[in-house]
T-cell receptor, first 115, second 114 residues
């Protein structure tokens, strides 16, 4: 079955340090990959997406993600983390033949940025 | 624009009760979806709609019904609530399908079934 996996339940990082949130995918064909963020007691917000083209995708709030086909990964990165980046991050994909607007999500990674 | 709105924010039901979770969007989006969020499982698609009058099942449709009589509204009905339906429910909308378009999520409804 096609899926995305987020191997870390939680990532702890000090403010000002680089932040990486990992995502690997198992999707046939060309995957459409997304990152969403959920702040406490809020709905999900779109960060960025990869459909085709440059492997490095830039998104909102200074985040970027690198699509790596050989490693089937789509890790989310930020060069310098802020306390306000503390949230729940979800990797997701839309299959090429997905009906309607189905997104399949990973289990989520909680990010805690300490001052 | 209010975006995607959901009511109620919180709800407690007893097993066997029925209720409707409301979802509305004011962005004239054709695509709307309902997801449930459970710890460690991400979001799972319950039902979706690609336009008024058109709905289809997602990954976990059992125990839920939907209808789409207008572009704006997409209510989710729990016919006979069960404790397994305790979850946080999110409604989402987009102009086009998820492959190419950003989905906008509502703030969620936290449902507890006793």
């Amino acid at each position: 079955a096609q899926s995305v996996a987020q191997p870390e339940d939680q990532v702890n990082v000090a403010e000002g340090n680089p932040l990486t949130v990992k995502c690997t995918y198992s999707v046939s064909g060309n995957p459409y990959l997304f990152w969403y963020v959920q702040y406490p007691n809020r709905g999900l917000q779109f960060l960025l997406k990869y459909i085709t083209g440059d492997n490095l995708v830039k998104g909102s709030y200074g985040f970027e993600a690198e699509f790596n086909k050989s490693q089937t990964s789509f890790h989310l990165k930020k060069p310098s983390a802020l306390v306000s980046d503390s949230a729940l991050y979800f990797c997701a994909f839309a299959a090429v033949k997905a009906a309607g607007n189905k997104l399949t999500f990973g289990g989520g990674t909680r990010v805690l940025v300490k001052p | 624009n209010a975006g995607v709105t959901q009511t109620p924010k919180f709800q407690v039901l007893k097993t066997g009760q029925s209720m409707t979770l409301q979802c509305a969007q004011d962005m004239n989006h054709e695509y709307m979806s309902w997801y449930r969020q459970d710890p460690g499982m991400g979001l799972r698609l319950i039902h979706y709609s690609v336009g008024a009058g058109i709905t289809d099942q997602g990954e976990v449709p059992n125990g839920y019904n939907v209808s789409r009589s207008t572009t704006e509204d997409f209510p989710l009905r729990l016919l006979s609530a069960a404790p397994s339906q305790t979850s946080v429910y999110f409604c989402a909308s987009s102009r086009q399908g998820a492959r190419t378009d950003t989905q906008y999520f509502g703030p969620g409804t936290r449902l507890t079934v006793l």
